[in-house]
């Protein structure tokens, strides 16, 4: 699996290499995906993703909001498939 905190280090670092730290202009801009839960490429279209609200707190979630609390990322891509909490 992945580790949320490494992740989410990682795409803090990224995010700022691209996006520069000028208070007015992106050097680039930066996006992240597949939000959320999103590491299917077979059947990526329709398959139904089951995860706990647990799950998606402790491994999903976290490099997301550093991304987008943190990192302040300028884009963020949606996943193609279904989500299914509690189950």
């Known amino acids: 699996g992945e580790d949320p905190t490494l992740t989410s280090a990682y795409a803090e670092g990224f995010i700022a290499g691209m ?6 202009f992106l050097k680039t801009s930066a996006g992240v995906k597949h939000y959320l839960a999103y590491s299917q490429e077979t059947d990526r279209l329709s398959f139904p993703v089951k995860v706990t609200p647990q799950d998606m707190m402790d491994t999903y979630l976290p ?6 609390v943190r990192a302040r990322v300028s884009g963020l891509m949606c996943s193609y498939n279904a989500e299914t909490f509690g189950h």
Request: net charge neutral; charged share 15%.
């Open 19 to 24: 996006q520069g730290n000028h208070s007015r």
């Open 63 to 68: 490099a997301f909001e550093a991304a987008v």
